[in-house]
């Protein structure tokens, strides 16, 4: 009886040390499948943030740039880049050994008007914007080749309908200007992964256009690696089944696919329809911010739900995706807490504002150990 007694507390002890031995950081749970990121702040790149840091660097093995490689904060003026918290962001990674995404190189949005005009105030002419867009390419994707592992070249190039936005990069360039930038990125770097990155492709309309213009793109030659689902979710939307059928659609395309900007909106919804477009604006409303003290436990649960449902896809794709990057570390870094309704209290993160894990933590980190479906 003493042995048997003796045998088992023997047993519990190796299953507590087994169970404490388990992986606890999200790299170490997708270990295998795909690499784990976070898209990271100036704080955090020049590390002001050390909590940020710390968490940084024992959970994730992947970053993005949130804003640093943005045409606007790289190359503010015709004649004048800043490298400095670039330099910084890629030092970071390396040190850290950490697969380091460039995000973003063509863009309608945070991107200075000058870019698109002469020194008299007109619009560019099409050879005009290809030779400043190829220099802003060559010069930013150049200065990091062979140490940024990927790019979005393109960012957010489709209407919800699946046709063309009509920014100026299409108006005065055309169609093909997409082509042009995978075409410079590959010319700078031949062997950095190139990715066309874009929001609410799980919605059938705007995944149909995707998949046209991929195809397009690949008959043509163009160097084209991935596509990026962002991932700015909601506790309802996309459905599993959306996700499921974006991210196979994208596999037949013979395409990687990254989930590159990935949230949860647990708030209400402030819009009639799901977007993430940065430059709505909506007017402040209490009822649209309804947890300032706070995230109700039940909640909490539901978004730890939404994490593992969603998870379980990307798990069962984990031969497509290469990798799934939060965007932020924290409940505090996000950009939800200010759009699209500045001061809202938003809670879309794996980290609470104290920079501890939550219910949503736990629940990702106990569907890696769910066998794929």
């Known amino acids: 009886m003493q042995v048997r007694s003796t045998v088992l507390t023997a047993l519990l002890v190796i299953g507590f040390a087994a169970t404490a031995q388990a992986p606890a950081s999200l790299k170490g749970a997708y270990q295998g499948d795909f690499v784990i990121g976070a898209a990271i702040n100036a704080a955090q790149i020049t590390g002001e943030d050390a909590r940020g840091d710390a968490t940084l660097k024992a959970q994730f093995n992947s970053i993005s740039p949130e804003n640093c490689l943005k045409w606007e904060s790289v190359h503010p003026q015709p004649d004048r880049y800043d490298f400095t918290i670039p330099d910084l962001y890629v030092a970071f990674g390396e040190k850290n050994h950490m697969f380091i995404v460039g995000h973003n190189l063509v863009w309608h949005n ?32 150049g200065r990091y080749k062979g140490r940024i592992q990927s790019w979005d070249v393109v960012n957010e190039a489709l209407n919800e309908d699946g046709t063309l936005r009509q920014s100026l990069w299409e108006k005065i360039i055309g169609d093909d200007y997409i082509a042009k930038a995978f075409q410079y990125a590959h010319e700078a770097d031949p062997q950095a992964q190139l990715t066309y990155n874009d929001y609410n492709l799980e919605n059938e309309a705007k995944r149909k256009g995707a998949i046209a213009l991929v195809t397009k793109l690949k008959a043509e030659g163009v160097p084209i690696t991935s596509v990026g689902l962002q991932g700015h979710d909601s506790l309802t939307w996309p459905t599993v089944d959306q996700m499921d059928a974006a991210i196979s659609d994208f596999a037949k395309l013979d395409v990687k696919v990254a989930i590159s900007e990935l949230d949860i909106d647990v708030l209400p919804p402030a819009a009639r329809q799901q977007t993430a477009d940065v430059t709505l604006n909506i007017q402040q409303n209490a009822a649209l911010n309804p947890y300032v003290n706070g995230l109700p436990d039940s909640v909490q649960q539901q978004l730890a739900k939404r994490y593992a449902d969603l998870f379980g896809v990307f798990l069962k794709h984990r031969d497509v995706v290469t990798r799934v990057t939060f965007w932020g570390v924290t409940d505090g870094d996000s950009w939800r807490n200010d759009w699209p309704v500045r001061g809202r209290t938003s809670y879309p993160l794996l980290f609470d504002r104290a920079g501890q894990p939550k219910a949503a933590f736990d629940a990702v980190i106990r569907a890696a150990g769910q066998p794929a479906s």
Request: charged share 30%.
């Open 110 to 141: 945070q991107v200075p008007a000058w870019v698109f005009r002469d020194d008299k105030g007109s619009l560019l002419d099409r050879d005009a914007l290809l030779a400043r867009m190829r220099d802003h390419i060559h010069t930013v994707v």
